[in-house]
């Protein structure tokens, strides 16, 4: 302790309490993080704010248009229509993912032999690198490739998947559900396990048919867990770039441009920065959304 | 006599008495001193300042980078005081890394850019003009006559040089010469002079089973946006089009535009010699169709022999591919586009590493003949230095390939080109793949395009 002359004064000044000395050095500890987020994350995301209010070229200073951004880009049908293609696509994955995600875990929850096996192969396409993936789909989808020949007995003829303004997008929807159904199936396959096995015995004494007892006990009793992966698959799916990118780069007609590849496009070759910036506002605003219906769901989540 | 007489004239000119010895001094003296100064002059060439640090970007291509790379090392063990870190990117990409290091500050000092994007950097004033003089060239005029006229009108504005062109080729049409002999053609006498004869041609060179074909007679690439406007733009300015009036406005869509663009799809419309959805190609190698003998014609750049060679042996061993000019509206207007490639400085970088540049730019390209044989035939833009050489001479079809290259047609030069690029290829796409009305679609184009440039004047 030091007692040396004005320093001594200075200390015993500023002494804190205890609990106060222990906020401090919580705050000390999480200001690391504090810092990160606010410099790597809240920092650019409150720039691309600001540069969404302005026409911003990359190479010259920006200068400040107020909303203009933002009315153009509703006046563009190229906008319009990637925001459609995104809102589509947000949709159909996301009910894509979560049924056959769904599907899969009630599979390997029924105790199938080489359950395991079956469920780490399938998990598989979670972790291939997706340049791979979507090379490999984009031969998959050939009008001559095996997606076509498989489907062959069924008497569909040539399905021109990725050349046809219809399908390309429905195309790109497969693929996403093939590469994230099997990770949320481990997140429904856990929701499933944690039912407790005495509901499902009471059930079968009381005679209850299998569909009832997946729709009156197992669906109520994962609702959480569905939730989850309805909203965390729609975040995933509004942020998708790479998918449409690699296998059909928007086309064809633009039937497959979503917003994140619009904003790069718009930021990156046209040089429309500000422009860029206005989309990505909101992109981020429909992501948004899903965030606070995630937050108010699961404030007031029931426990069972 | 004669001696002494010899003896005063010397000592008349230098003023003072002259020996034997002291003018076999003198000489020697003389000499060193000559040595010495050439010496350090090639010492003040190679290492022309202190301790420089440079950044270069160049786009990828197995060869051409791989050739470029070669030469920046050979450049910095000639000059030990200049490091480069050079770096290279996929062809699509090189120009938006460019943007994004401007806008992060990271641009790197020097870089090469595809020529459609010159009018990018000019009008943003992001690249400096060169100074010719320290490229070798005595004057602009001496500049300008060793490239290939439509080539350099892009590098050079206001009499100032922005580009110093490295690789510059037109289109060529790539024929599968086993297969035109199959269809009882001759691929010299029947090499299709005009659109009408290519569609005529590529109707006898395909094969069909049912709807599926087995062998499509033509073929034009859908891969990449500007392979979309390469061999959309001849097409159009053979029509009499033009891609803009004098005001800026887009005019694709005026007749010549419509005519053009149902050429473009008369391969599939009326001659059903392609089909637009079945095709095997990617960005890497968008010939692939050609090369995997799906098609008999392929309208694309030189393709190198080891490119044909990796993924058909025997088509490279028995040599039965040919390149032949680009079909015109007439016989008489054969021209294609030509593109290629220009080193630049960005405005950015200083005065010393701006002539440390132009040494390193000069350096790569002052063996033009070493350049050929590890890239060719993918041409050098400069017309001296390399097209004499026997081994340039007596590649397959060399002729063709030049030809092509000094007859070809730039690309719009535009602020707005990658939008141009992308609207253009979506309305090829809406014509070729859902058959939509060609007037209409166009229209819809020049909209699009008349607004991209309305919103770049007003970003301005």
């Known amino acids: 302790m030091l007692r040396i002359g004005r320093a001594q004064i200075s200390v015993s000044r500023w002494q804190l309490g205890y609990e106060s000395r222990i906020q401090l050095w919580g705050i000390l500890f999480i200001l690391p993080t504090i810092l990160f987020f606010m410099i790597f994350k809240y920092g650019p995301m409150l720039w691309a704010i600001y540069l969404s209010f302005t026409g911003y070229d990359i190479v010259t200073e920006p200068k400040f248009i107020g909303l203009n951004n933002y009315i153009n880009i509703f006046k563009d049908p190229i906008f319009l229509q990637a925001l459609n293609n995104t809102l589509i696509y947000i949709m159909g994955s996301t009910i894509a993912i979560t049924v056959l995600g769904l599907g899969l875990a009630l599979i390997i929850n029924t105790g199938i032999k080489a359950s395991r096996f079956f469920m780490s192969s399938m998990f598989l396409t979670n972790i291939m690198p997706i340049l791979a993936v979507c090379l490999v789909w984009r031969f998959l989808f050939h009008p001559y490739g095996l997606v076509n020949q498989f489907l062959s007995p069924l008497g569909l003829g040539r399905i021109d998947w990725l050349t046809n303004s219809y399908l390309a997008l429905p195309a790109i929807i497969i693929v996403t559900a093939w590469r994230f159904a099997p990770y949320f199936m481990v997140v429904f396959l856990a929701g499933l396990l944690a039912v407790p096995k005495e509901i499902y015995e009471a059930a079968d004494i009381d005679g209850v048919t299998p569909i009832s007892r997946f729709l009156r006990i197992t669906l109520p009793m994962i609702s959480p867990i569905v939730f989850f992966v309805v909203v965390v698959s729609a975040l995933l799916c509004a942020r998708i770039f790479l998918m449409p990118f690699i296998i059909t780069g928007g086309g064809p007609g633009g039937a497959t441009r979503v917003l994140s590849m619009l904003i790069y496009e718009t930021g990156f070759s046209y040089l429309k920065m500000g422009r860029a910036a206005a989309i990505s506002v909101i992109l981020f605003l429909i992501m948004m959304v899903f965030t606070i219906l995630q937050i108010r769901f699961f404030s007031k989540t029931e426990e069972y | ?460």
């Not at chain 2, 003998?293 to 040599?319: D, L, W, Y």
């Not at chain 2, 005065?351 to 390193?360: F, P, S, V, W």
């Open chain 2, 1 to 460: 006599m004669r001696k002494s007489a010899k003896k005063e004239r010397i000592s008349d000119v230098v003023g003072k008495e002259v020996t034997r010895r002291s003018f076999l001094k003198g000489v020697g003296t003389l000499g060193l001193g000559l040595a010495a100064t050439s010496s350090m002059n090639r010492l003040a060439f190679a290492q022309p300042k202190g301790p420089i640090k440079l950044s270069f970007w160049t786009w990828q291509n197995p060869q051409q980078h791989a050739w470029i790379q070669k030469r920046v090392k050979l450049f910095m063990e000639k000059n030990k005081g200049i490091q480069i870190d050079w770096q290279y990117f996929t062809f699509t990409d090189l120009g938006k890394k460019i943007s994004v290091g401007y806008a992060t500050g990271t641009a790197p000092e020097g870089f090469a850019t595809g020529t459609w994007l010159m009018p990018t950097w000019l009008s943003r004033n992001m690249i400096a003009p060169l100074d010719i003089k320290l490229l070798g060239y005595s004057s602009l005029q001496s500049f300008v006559n060793d490239y290939p006229k439509a080539f350099i009108d892009g590098a050079v504005k206001n009499d100032k040089v922005y580009g110093y062109p490295v690789y510059v080729y037109g289109f060529l049409n790539y024929l599968n010469t086993k297969q035109f002999k199959e269809a009882k053609l001759d691929p010299e006498k029947d090499q299709p002079k005009t659109w009408e004869e290519l569609g005529e041609i590529a109707r006898k060179l395909a094969i069909k089973k049912g709807n599926k074909f087995e062998r499509q007679g033509f073929k034009f690439a859908m891969h990449a946006p500007m392979w979309t406007m390469v061999q959309f733009n001849p097409i159009l300015l053979q029509c009499g089009g033009s891609w803009f009036d004098k005001s800026g406005k887009c005019t694709v869509n005026s007749n010549a535009g419509v005519r053009a663009m149902t050429i473009r799809a008369s391969i599939i419309r009326k001659y059903q010699a392609e089909d637009p959805a079945d095709s095997i190609a990617t960005s890497p190698l968008p010939m692939m169709d050609f090369l995997k003998e799906r098609v008999s014609m392929f309208s694309t750049h030189c393709i190198p022999i080891p490119a044909v060679k990796s993924q058909n042996e025997k088509m490279a061993a028995e040599g039965y591919y040919r390149p032949v000019q680009m079909p015109g509206v007439d016989p008489n207007k054969r021209y294609p586009t030509a593109y290629g490639f220009n080193f630049v400085v960005n405005i950015n970088a200083s005065k010393e590493k701006q002539e440390a540049l132009h040494d390193l730019y000069r350096f790569i390209m002052s063996d033009l003949v070493d350049c050929w044989k590890d890239t060719g035939p993918f041409t050098p833009a400069r017309k001296s230095g390399w097209a004499d050489d026997p081994q340039v001479k007596s590649y397959p079809h060399i002729d063709e390939i030049i030809k092509a290259r000094d007859n070809g047609a730039l690309l719009p030069e535009t602020p707005v080109v990658n939008e141009l690029s992308d609207i253009m290829h979506q309305t090829v796409q809406k014509v070729t793949l859902e058959n939509a009305d060609i007037k209409k679609a166009l229209d819809e184009a020049a909209v699009q395009v008349d607004k991209a440039t309305e919103e770049f004047k007003n970003q301005k």
